[in-house]
């Protein structure tokens, strides 16, 4: 039987949890995603697990935080002044805001804390400082041609 090697472009079906066992990415039903081993689509160490599986074989692997999405930081908390933001909608812990920084790129800041005063932002990805647990299959090899 075939096994998925680098240059191979392979469907996966794939669950992804963090440490508590919350359900932060999956495919759905019916729609596996498309991955070409050795292009740096995915993180490398679910690549490393999916060369040599075979169609219908199955593995878990984890990603550690340092090689996910980073530690979380402290220093990535952001006190924006009330009068800076708009007044409509009505600012919630838990919204998401888009940021330009200096050097013209996007950011989202994820607010955390409403003031009268001020509006404290995270800067850090949601899942900086989770370990992530990938469980894969896979679904259809598409050979390198």
């Known amino acids: 039987m075939q096994?998925?090697?680098?240059?191979?472009?392979?469907l996966i079906d794939y669950t992804v949890q963090t440490n508590d066992g919350r359900v932060?990415?999956?495919?759905?039903?019916?729609t596996p995603a498309s991955v070409t081993i050795g292009e740096g689509q995915i993180f490398p160490e679910v690549e490393a697990a999916?060369?040599?599986?075979?169609?219908?074989g199955?593995?878990?692997?984890?990603?550690?935080?340092?090689n996910a999405f980073g530690p979380r930081r402290e220093d990535m908390l952001i006190?924006?002044?009330r009068e800076q933001l708009p007044s409509e909608p009505a600012l919630e812990p838990g919204m998401?805001?888009?940021?330009?920084?200096?050097?013209?790129?996007?950011?989202?800041?994820t607010i955390t804390e409403v003031g009268d005063e001020k509006v404290t932002a995270d800067a850090n990805h949601p899942l900086a400082g989770e370990d992530l647990q990938f469980?894969?299959?896979l679904v259809e090899i598409k050979p390198a041609a």
């Open 135 to 137: 469980a894969l299959t």
């Open 79 to 81: 006190d924006i002044p």
């Open 96 to 109: 998401t805001l888009a940021a330009q920084q200096q050097d013209g790129s996007t950011v989202n800041l």
């Open 24 to 30: 932060v990415g999956k495919t759905e039903d019916g």
């Open 58 to 66: 199955e593995r878990s692997v984890m990603v550690s935080a340092d």
């Open 3 to 10: 096994s998925a090697t680098k240059g191979d472009t392979v």
């Open 50 to 56: 999916l060369d040599g599986l075979e169609v219908g």
